[in-house]
């Protein structure tokens, strides 16, 4: 393989197809075959350059037509360490980069210390040759690295993505991603609680996000061409039976894709069905990656439940104020106060299991108080609603039959409700 | 309101771990949270308990990580009484202040009462390591006994100590190897099997299983057994002084039987040698005064290489005071483990004995100077690996092939 390209255009490719192998997941990988994991595949075609990279959660892909500034002298296939290589590329800023890969006249076949001879075959990881790299530009750089065989390497075929499940515009896609990710934990090996729910209800596609005490809904408005054999629509014959199904793709790895896809165009996935994976694409990258498995889907409760439940307005509140007097509370108890909604106002107390520590109390000016109430709510709850509000008033509702959720609106920010669990603390009892 | 039943689980980290995973795994419907008491504020702790979840009717939660402070205490007991009924605490003293032998503490023994008043709360106590006291030997032999009995295995007391001495006295080790032997186990499980089947973890324990193989010249497995002992971790000089061991116990079995002893008389007496010097096992003097004489020898030893040898005397440790006065310390750091090993050096002298018997003249003498001739090729051995360490492999097949008497 022999190519010549612009470092900038190749910077991005290289950026959305090696991020699989660039990947945390990756990068930590101690397998015998992470010098496979950790690597990027390039594939020289005359039409143009492909790169690829493949772990276990996550597949990435991304094409480079070829057209002026780009010559494949030779078409070819390698495998190179996707980090080293993305670093010596990203330094070369400006410059035009020349590929160029050496052959061994024998393939070197690399014996990790845990790599086993089994049957007499050789299982190894086989260095093919070595990569030349070269640099043209203000600065002249060359280097090389290890080729490894590419047929070893694992792939993807992207070209058997099922029809599409959903399309939604990127922007929205970030947008939902910053709203639902403030209520999912940092990290669930089972990928519920870490996850972000795609479901839909009542023909509206929700993006929602749950840790079992709290739930962030976003309904994109952008979403279109859903796939009803997906998301049953309600007079569907097969509705009620597969009603609440969803999609439940990890956070983090939904992030990324987020992020290397930027805000434009549209994002479309396709989910496997029964196979656990899905395929997200645009028109420049492709990536699959895992999916909560069906009992990590059981495990949350359909969001139709609680949109379903009625909710009456307790009050509006402004924001500033309201994070204002959390901050004051929660140098006592950062985990949980009372609030007692009453006479146009709400005053919080905090009280602390720590010994020697006095109740705080604050109070605010609240608008429209509906009915006088007293709960107690988690202030971590609360923080993370007015850190993703825009604008300056909340509404604040509670179920009409009790008042063990509070859900929180944001009046500017229609698509986004916010909902926490109350919490039964008994030392705000004797408060009642 | 009264208050929930909770669990309290104590004692081994892995066994308490096995219990609580299988708890988890056969709850249903019900939200599971885990938190650290070690990173987890008592806010913390009661906001988790008291917020229920959204979609899960009831929830499990496991606090781990008990500190040992009286507010933390006090605090779980009034969490225990005021937590909601939909909630189900599980605590977990995984920093085992409970089960703590050596600084037993009244505060939690009140605890763990307090816990036992509460109508359907449950104990489960796993204990911890078993000591190395002959008082505790007689536990694990039950323990062993008990644990083949459950798995439908029965196990007789000598069989079931000297399992207990190949794999240690970690109740979890014990309790796995116990579970893993009684997948391929006969219905009444016997030394030989143990000794065939069981993973050492001790010394003593190699010893036993290298020493069979080569009392019954099964050389070349006790050489593919020595590089399998160095591929787990097992450093050459701990199997060279296991092999040299050997070597030494079976010229005091020949020595003690050219004396006239009887088998019995001779197990008995190679089970208190150890690893005295000569003059001190040789000698007719009590225990008490063998252990005196012995630490003697120890501080001779300091004294002189201080004084003559140049060493700084802060570099030698200290005798350990229960060393030299507590009876079961000085049994167990100087006497043999178990009685089979014994036994064995016994029968191997017995063998050589049968193949001397008739065809040479003084036979018995003969016999003698064969271990003679053993001890100090294998004590070559020693030397050559100690002070050239290239060629450990070699010297190491060579001393087993002495040992089993295939090679003078």
């Not at chain 1, 750089?141 to 075929?157: I, R, T």
């Not at chain 1, 972000?196 to 962030?216: G, K, L, N, P, S």
């Amino acid at each position: 393989m022999k190519i010549v390209i612009d470092q900038d255009r190749f910077i991005e490719a290289i950026k959305r197809g090696a991020a699989a192998a660039l990947s945390d997941e990756a990068q930590a990988d101690s397998s015998n075959v992470s010098r496979l994991i950790q690597s990027v595949k390039l594939t020289a075609e005359s039409s143009a350059i492909t790169v690829e990279s493949t772990t276990d959660l996550m597949a990435s892909r991304a094409n480079v037509k070829v057209s002026s500034g780009i010559i494949v002298k030779e078409e070819g296939v390698i495998a190179v360490p996707a980090k080293e290589f993305f670093e010596w590329l990203d330094k070369q800023k400006g410059s035009c980069i020349g590929i160029e890969l050496k052959k061994l006249d024998t393939p070197e076949v690399i014996r990790d210390a845990d790599i086993q001879e089994q049957g007499g075959n050789t299982h190894g990881i086989r260095k093919i040759g070595n990569v030349a790299l070269l640099a043209k530009g203000a600065v002249a750089a060359k280097w090389q690295l290890p080729c490894y065989d590419p047929e070893q390497m694992p792939s993807v075929d992207f070209s058997e993505k099922p029809d599409a499940s959903f399309t939604i515009s990127a922007k929205e896609l970030a947008n939902g991603l910053s709203h639902t990710e403030i209520a999912t934990r940092d990290k669930d090996l089972e990928h519920v609680l870490d996850s972000i729910i795609f479901e839909t209800t009542d023909d509206v596609v929700y993006m929602a996000a749950t840790d079992t005490v709290r739930c962030a809904l976003f309904s994109p408005s952008t979403i279109k061409n859903v796939n009803a054999k997906l998301f049953p629509a309600p007079n569907d014959e097969q509705a009620a039976e597969l009603a609440g199904r969803k999609i439940m793709v990890p956070c983090s790895l939904l992030k990324t894709i987020s992020k290397l896809i930027g805000q434009e165009g549209d994002v479309t996935f396709h989910y496997v069905e029964g196979k656990d994976r899905v395929f997200v694409s645009n028109s420049k990258s492709e990536y699959r990656v895992v999916t909560t498995n069906e009992q990590g889907m059981a495990k949350v409760p359909s969001i139709t439940r609680l949109l379903a439940t009625d909710f009456k307005k307790i009050c509006s509140i402004n924001k500033n104020n309201l994070s204002t007097i959390l901050s004051i509370i929660s140098s006592v108890n950062p985990e949980s106060a009372q609030f007692t909604f009453a006479n146009g106002k709400v005053m919080a107390r905090a009280k602390s299991e720590r010994a020697g520590l006095d109740p705080s109390d604050a109070a605010t000016e609240i608008d429209g108080l509906s009915e006088s109430f007293r709960a107690v709510y988690n202030i971590k709850h609360l923080f993370a609603a007015i850190k993703i509000a825009t604008s300056d008033v909340l509404e604040l509702s509670i179920p009409k039959r009790n008042a063990l959720l509070l859900r929180v609106i944001d009046p500017s920010d229609s698509n986004f409700f916010y909902y926490s669990r109350a919490v039964q603390n008994p030392i705000y009892e004797e408060e009642a | 309101m009264s208050p929930n039943p909770v669990m309290l689980f104590a004692g081994d980290e892995t066994l308490c771990r096995r219990d609580i995973n299988k708890i988890k795994a056969c709850v249903y419907d019900v939200w599971w949270q885990e938190l650290s008491a070690d990173e987890s504020s008592e806010d913390a702790i009661r906001t988790a308990c008291g917020s229920g979840s959204i979609g899960f009717e009831n929830s499990v939660i496991l606090i781990k990580d008990l500190p040992n402070r009286k507010h933390f205490r006090e605090f779980l007991l009034n969490l225990i009484n005021t937590t909601p009924s939909y909630v189900r605490l599980i605590l977990w003293d995984s920093h085992n202040y409970i089960k703590d032998t050596s600084h037993p503490l009244v505060a939690w023994k009140e605890f763990v009462k307090s816990i036992n008043s509460i109508k359907g709360s449950r104990i489960i106590d796993h204990g911890l390591d078993f000591g190395n006291k002959w008082a505790d030997k007689k536990v694990i032999v039950q323990f062993v006994v008990d644990a083949f009995e459950k798995n439908g295995h029965s196990i007789s007391s000598d069989s079931a100590l000297l399992f207990a001495d190949l794999v240690g006295n970690n109740r979890a080790m014990l309790l796995t190897e116990v579970e893993k032997l009684c997948i391929i186990a006969p219905k009444t499980v016997s030394n030989s099997f143990v000794l065939d089947n069981t993973f050492p973890s001790s010394q003593e324990a190699i010893l036993y299983k290298i020493g069979e193989l080569i009392d019954n010249r099964k050389t070349a497995e006790a050489v593919h057994k020595l590089k399998e002992f160095q591929d787990h971790g097992v450093f050459y000089g701990v199997i060279v002084d296991v092999l040299v061991r050997k070597a030494r116990l079976q010229l005091a079995a020949s020595h003690l039987w050219l004396q006239g002893l009887s088998d019995p008389e001779i197990s008995n007496t190679l089970i208190q040698m150890g690893r005295f010097p000569s003059k001190v096992w040789h000698s007719s003097m009590s225990q008490g005064e063998k252990m005196v004489k012995a630490s003697e020898a120890a501080e001779n030893v300091k004294e002189y290489m201080s004084k003559h040898g140049g060493m700084p005397v802060g570099y030698f440790g200290e005798l350990s005071s229960e060393c030299k006065t507590s009876k079961d310390g000085y049994i167990y750091a100087e006497a043999l483990p178990h009685k089979i090993v014994a036994d064995k050096a016994v029968e191997f002298v017995h063998r050589v004995e049968f193949a001397y018997k008739g065809k040479v003249q003084d036979y018995k003498r003969q016999v003698f100077y064969r271990f003679i001739r053993i001890y100090l090729s294998v004590m070559d051995s020693m030397k050559k690996i100690r002070y050239d360490n290239t060629q450990v492999d070699e010297e190491l097949s060579r001393m087993v092939f002495v040992l089993s008497g295939v090679m003078k």
